[in-house]
C-alpha cells in the first residue's frame, strides 16, 4: 500500500461512510421486532427469530431456548454464544442432554442447574436461574429436552428486565407462543416468581385464620393493608359475629364473603354476612347451583383493594369446587379439595375420585412448592401446609397413579358429616334457612 493511498483525501469520507454501514447494520439487526398485540411497553427489545435446526428455537438475542444439541449443533452456536445454561435433570427425556459436553470442548463456559418440573419448581430455582444468567457471559444458550423449561426462564428473565407484571407476562409468553404456556407446572412457576417480585415492596397482606370448632372449619380473613378492603373466605353462620367483630377490630371494610364450595357439614355464613354489611357480596360457584349475589367461574378474580384472589375449579369433593389462589401465589385456600395429608371425600354431592385427581395435580399441585396451603378442615388440628410438603407427605396422593387413588377413596368408609341433613338445604339459599 503506497503513502498516497494511507494519506488521501478520501480517507475521511471512507472511514464516515463505514461507520454509517456499521451503524445502520447495528441499529437494523437491534430494532425491536414488535410482536402483533403485545402492548407497546411489553414488547421485547431484542427479539429475533430464526430456526437453526429441528429441536432448537431461537428466541431471543441473549437467550436461546433449545432441545438436544449435538456436536454439530453445538459448533454453530459456539461462534454465537458464549455459556451455555443446562436445565436438564439426569431422568427421562433429559437423558442425553450433556451439561459438560460438546459445549465445554467448544470453549463455551456451561452452568448445570436441574430443573424437575414435575417436583423442584421453586421460588429459589427461579432466583437461582435468574442469578445464573447474571453471572454467565452474554450471549448465553439456555438448553432443555423440549424448549419448555428454558423458555420459561427466558420468558422470567425478560419479565424481569422490563419489570412486568404477572399479566404482561402472560400476555407476552401468550403472543410468542413461548412452549412453557402449555404446561400448568411452569406456567405457575413463572407467573408466580414474577408476581412474588410485583408484591415485594408492598405493605403484607392482612391475613387471620379464624376457626368454628363444632365442624372443624377454618374461616380466612385477607385484607388489602392499604385500603382495608378485606374478604372472608368460608365464614360460619354460627361464628359471624365473631368474624364481624375482628373486621371492626381491624378497621375493615368487607367487600365478599366467599364459599370454596357448597358445604355439607355446616351451614354458611355467607348470606347473613351479605344482609349484614352493606356493601358485601356472598359469592360460590355457579355450577353449584346454590343461590348467591355473585356466582363464579374459574379464572374469576375477586379483588379486595388492591389485591385479589384468583377462583380456580378443582371440582372431585363437590362439581362446584373452588379453590382461591393470592395474586402473589404465595397462599392457597382449597376448601375441600386438597386437605393436609389427605383430601376432600368424594362420595356424594357430585363427588368424583378420577377428577379430584384431576384437579388436585394440575389446578393445586402445579403451584410453586412455597405455597402456603390453606385447607377447609383439619381434623387432627394442623393449620397449614405446602403444596411442596403435600406432594411429599400426602398419603393418598404423593406417589399414587390415578388409580390407585381412585381405589383409595373408594374405599374411605366415612360416616356422615353429622349436620349434612341441616347444611346442604340451607347452603343451597345461601345460609338463609337456618337463620
Ligand atoms: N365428622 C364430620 C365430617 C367429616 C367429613 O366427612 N369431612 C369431609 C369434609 S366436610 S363434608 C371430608 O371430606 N373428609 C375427608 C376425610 O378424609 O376426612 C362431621 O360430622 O361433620
Same mark, same amino acid.
Request: charged share 20%; glycine share 8%; proline share 5%.
Given at each position: 500500500?503506497?503513502?498516497?493511498?494511507? &494519506?488521501?483525501?478520501?480517507?475521511?469520507? $471512507?472511514?464516515?461512510?463505514?461507520i454509517c454501514c456499521y451503524?445502520?447494520?447495528?441499529? +437494523?439487526?437491534?430494532?425491536?421486532?414488535?410482536?402483533?398485540?403485545?402492548?407497546?411497553?411489553?414488547?421485547?427489545?431484542?427479539?429475533?427469530?430464526?430456526?437453526?435446526?429441528?429441536?432448537?428455537?431461537?428466541?431471543?438475542?441473549?437467550?436461546?431456548?433449545?432441545?438436544?444439541?449435538?456436536?454439530?449443533?453445538?459448533?454453530?452456536?459456539?461462534?454465537?454464544?458464549?455459556?451455555?445454561?443446562? +436445565?436438564?435433570?439426569? @431422568?427421562?427425556?433429559?437423558?442425553?442432554?450433556?451439561?459438560?459436553?460438546?459445549?465445554?470442548?467448544?470453549?463455551?463456559?456451561?452452568?448445570?442447574?436441574?430443573?424437575?418440573?414435575?417436583?423442584? %419448581?421453586?421460588?429459589? +430455582?427461579?432466583?437461582?436461574?435468574?442469578?445464573?444468567?447474571?453471572?454467565?457471559?452474554?450471549?448465553?444458550?439456555?438448553?432443555?429436552?423440549?424448549?419448555?423449561?428454558?423458555?420459561?426462564?427466558?420468558?422470567?428473565?425478560?419479565?424481569?428486565?422490563?419489570?412486568?407484571?404477572?399479566?404482561?407476562?402472560?400476555? &407476552?409468553?401468550?403472543?410468542?407462543?413461548?412452549?412453557?404456556?402449555?404446561?400448568?407446572?411452569? @406456567?405457575?412457576?413463572?407467573?408466580?416468581?414474577?408476581?412474588?417480585?410485583? &408484591?415485594?415492596?408492598?405493605?403484607?397482606?392482612? /391475613?387471620?385464620?379464624? &376457626?368454628?370448632?363444632?365442624?372443624?372449619?377454618?374461616?380466612?380473613?385477607?385484607?388489602?393493608?392499604?385500603?382495608?378492603?378485606?374478604? %372472608?373466605?368460608?365464614?360460619?353462620? #354460627?361464628? $359471624?359475629? =365473631?368474624?364481624?367483630?375482628?373486621?371492626?377490630? !381491624?378497621?375493615?371494610?368487607l367487600v365478599a364473603a366467599?364459599?370454596?364450595?357448597?358445604?355439607?357439614?355446616?351451614?354458611?355464613?355467607?348470606?347473613? %354476612?351479605?344482609? @349484614?354489611?352493606?356493601?358485601?357480596?356472598? !359469592?360460590?360457584? @355457579?355450577?353449584?347451583?346454590?343461590?348467591?349475589? $355473585?356466582? #363464579?367461574?374459574?379464572?374469576?378474580?375477586?379483588? /379486595?383493594?388492591?389485591?385479589?384472589?384468583?377462583?380456580?375449579?378443582?371440582?372431585?369433593?363437590?362439581?362446584?369446587? !373452588?379453590?382461591?389462589?393470592?395474586?402473589?401465589?404465595?397462599?392457597?385456600?382449597?376448601?375441600?379439595?386438597?386437605?393436609?395429608?389427605?383430601?376432600? =371425600?368424594?362420595?356424594?354431592?357430585?363427588g368424583s375420585p378420577e377428577?379430584?385427581?384431576?384437579?388436585?395435580?394440575?389446578?393445586?399441585?402445579? #403451584?410453586?412448592?412455597?405455597?402456603?396451603?390453606?385447607?377447609?378442615?383439619?381434623? *387432627?388440628?394442623?393449620?397449614?401446609?405446602?403444596?411442596?410438603?403435600?406432594?411429599?407427605?400426602?398419603?393418598?396422593?404423593?406417589?399414587?397413579? *390415578?388409580?390407585? /387413588?381412585?381405589?383409595?377413596?373408594?374405599?374411605?368408609? #366415612?360416616?356422615?358429616?353429622?349436620?349434612?341433613?341441616?347444611?346442604?338445604?340451607?347452603?343451597? $339459599?345461601?345460609?338463609?334457612?337456618?337463620?
Open positions: 500500500m503506497t503513502s498516497s493511498a494511507l &494519506y488521501s483525501p478520501w480517507r475521511p469520507l $471512507v472511514i464516515f461512510y463505514g451503524s445502520a447494520t447495528a441499529f +437494523l439487526s437491534s430494532t425491536p421486532f414488535c410482536p402483533r398485540g403485545v402492548p407497546k411497553s411489553i414488547r421485547s427489545r431484542s427479539f429475533v427469530s430464526s430456526r437453526l435446526a429441528s429441536t432448537m428455537t431461537v428466541t431471543a438475542a441473549d437467550i436461546t431456548t433449545a432441545g438436544k444439541l449435538g456436536e454439530a449443533e453445538t459448533s454453530a452456536l459456539s461462534d454465537k454464544y458464549k455459556s451455555v445454561l443446562y +436445565l436438564a435433570t439426569d @431422568k427421562g427425556a433429559d437423558k442425553g442432554i450433556e451439561p459438560n459436553g460438546f459445549a465445554s470442548l467448544r470453549g463455551l463456559t456451561t452452568r448445570h442447574l436441574p430443573v424437575d418440573v414435575k417436583d423442584g %419448581l421453586s421460588l429459589q +430455582l427461579a432466583t437461582d436461574a435468574l442469578q445464573a444468567l447474571d453471572e454467565l457471559p452474554a450471549p448465553a444458550l439456555v438448553v432443555c429436552s423440549s424448549g419448555g423449561r428454558a423458555s420459561a426462564v427466558q420468558c422470567l428473565r425478560k419479565a424481569t428486565e422490563e419489570g412486568w407484571t404477572k399479566d404482561q407476562t402472560l400476555a &407476552y409468553a401468550l403472543e410468542m407462543k413461548l412452549p412453557f404456556v402449555k404446561n400448568p407446572s411452569l @406456567k405457575d412457576w413463572v407467573l408466580a416468581t414474577v408476581a412474588a417480585r410485583e &408484591y415485594r415492596d408492598e405493605l403484607p397482606l392482612l /391475613f387471620r385464620p379464624l &376457626y368454628e370448632e363444632t365442624s372443624w372449619t377454618y374461616t380466612f380473613l385477607l385484607g388489602c393493608p392499604v385500603t382495608k378492603e378485606a374478604i %372472608l373466605i368460608d365464614p360460619v353462620d #354460627l361464628t $359471624v359475629e =365473631r368474624d364481624l367483630q375482628v373486621i371492626k377490630e !381491624m378497621g375493615l371494610t366467599l364459599n370454596t364450595h357448597c358445604h355439607a357439614d355446616h351451614v354458611t355464613g355467607s348470606g347473613l %354476612l351479605a344482609q @349484614k354489611v352493606p356493601g358485601c357480596k356472598s !359469592m360460590i360457584a @355457579k355450577i353449584s347451583g346454590a343461590k348467591a349475589s $355473585v356466582h #363464579l367461574e374459574s379464572g374469576d378474580r375477586v379483588r /379486595f383493594g388492591r389485591r385479589y384472589v384468583e377462583a380456580r375449579a378443582t371440582p372431585g369433593h363437590t362439581n362446584g369446587c !373452588m379453590t382461591f389462589v393470592t395474586d402473589d401465589m404465595k397462599m392457597a385456600f382449597t376448601g375441600d379439595a386438597l386437605l393436609i395429608r389427605g383430601c376432600g =371425600r368424594t362420595d356424594f354431592q357430585q377428577t379430584m385427581f384431576e384437579s388436585i395435580w394440575t389446578q393445586i399441585f402445579s #403451584l410453586p412448592h412455597e405455597t402456603s396451603v390453606y385447607p377447609g378442615h383439619d381434623y *387432627r388440628g394442623r393449620l397449614m401446609s405446602t403444596i411442596g410438603e403435600e406432594k411429599r407427605f400426602n398419603s393418598r396422593l404423593s406417589g399414587k397413579s *390415578r388409580e390407585e /387413588f381412585i381405589e383409595i377413596m373408594n374405599n374411605l368408609k #366415612l360416616a356422615y358429616p353429622k349436620k349434612i341433613d341441616v347444611a346442604l338445604p340451607a347452603n343451597l $339459599v345461601d345460609g338463609l334457612l337456618a337463620s
